[in-house]
């Protein structure tokens, strides 16, 4: 899918900015992500209507968007907390892997030394969906959060070239992508390449298993990189992918009922966000794209953003990119 520029906004400037996840402790989920390597790098305090936004993403000298406004960044996550729910026993939140209320699947990371770091994980008391040495993918793990959304951790490296090193560099790990679950694979693939104006970078079949997976970006793949092992080397060391995972035959199933978005009840998972260079002309991109919203610009309390629906019903943030200053005003930061 090659660049578009219409109605004054190049989808070239766009970036997949963050992933939200609602979650019961902040502080207990912030500290999970700051030892993983990231930093607060904004909040949002929203005191009448009982929530704070934070925003983590991996901000060393050696990150790819190092010392960037928060809006000019890929690789974010956005934990909201709405108040009280610390202290609530009661309260749960859905992670998305459990049915009958399955969806978003995870965020992911990518690491220097794998077995290390995972070691360095369990180490400091965190749990484990899959271990490393777990089934039959020995290649790659999924911790857990706090609130048991599922963190898959990658190697940069394959996993034969880390055996044996004992060390691990958190500053040199990355915010991979996040993975969504679509019921119609070309319908998606339309949407998020021809609507969002992405590209496919990355496919992994696993026809044993009956599923595929598809990876998209804001950036193409490179000129000359070609072979799997080109595309992968290429794929782990960035930010900011979208990993569709489709299950054969959800399309056609007649009993299949779809996926969660995460925001009716039980509610986990809450949006994917794309920052834009102009966000009056990008929503009117949509518009002519035939998107359906959940919340136009200018409606309710924030009227500089946006919410519009994938074919799954998941939400997508619209968020004006402020280090471009095109169009609409900011939210922060």
């Not at 990993?243 to 994917?272: A, R």
Request: charged share 25%; proline share 4%; glycine share 10%.
């Amino acid at each position: 899918m090659a660049s578009t520029t219409t109605n004054n906004t190049d989808t070239s400037t766009y970036k997949l900015n963050h992933t939200m996840l609602r979650v019961k402790d902040p502080h207990r989920t912030i500290k999970f992500y700051e030892y993983l390597g990231l930093s607060l790098i904004n909040k949002i305090e929203m005191p009448s209507a009982n929530f704070t936004l934070y925003f983590l993403a991996y901000d060393q000298p050696t990150s790819p968007s190092h010392g960037r406004h928060w809006t000019d960044r890929e690789g974010v996550i956005e934990l909201t907390h709405n108040h009280g729910t610390e202290n609530d026993e009661s309260f749960t939140v859905n992670n998305g892997n459990r049915d009958p209320h399955k969806g978003f699947g995870h965020v992911c990371v990518s690491v220097d030394n794998i077995q290390a770091a995972c070691k360095r994980l369990e180490d400091a008391g965190y749990g484990f969906q899959k271990r490393l040495t777990d089934g039959r993918m020995k290649s790659i793990a999924f911790a857990l959060d706090p609130d048991e959304y599922w963190v898959e951790i990658v190697g940069q490296k394959k996993v034969e070239n880390t055996e044996g090193v004992e060390t691990t560099d958190p500053t040199q790990y990355r915010m991979n992508h996040s993975m969504i679950r679509v019921r119609d694979l070309q319908k998606s693939l339309d949407f998020y390449q021809n609507t969002m104006g992405m590209h496919h970078v990355r496919t992994v079949d696993n026809p044993s298993a009956k599923f595929t997976l598809y990876f998209l970006s804001y950036t193409p793949l490179p000129v000359g990189v070609e072979s799997e092992e080109q595309i992968q080397n290429d794929n782990r060391y960035r930010e900011g992918l979208l990993e569709l995972t489709y299950n054969y035959g959800t399309e056609s199933d007649p009993d299949f009922q779809g996926y969660h978005n995460g925001n009716d009840e039980p509610q986990g998972f809450g949006h994917i966000a794309v920052t834009v260079d102009d966000i009056s002309a990008a929503c009117a991109r949509f518009d002519e794209k035939g998107v359906s919203w959940k919340k136009k610009l200018g409606e309710g309390g924030m009227k500089w953003i946006a919410f519009l629906f994938d074919p799954d019903g998941y939400w997508i943030e619209v968020v004006p990119n402020d280090a471009l200053k095109k169009g609409g005003e900011g939210d922060g930061g």
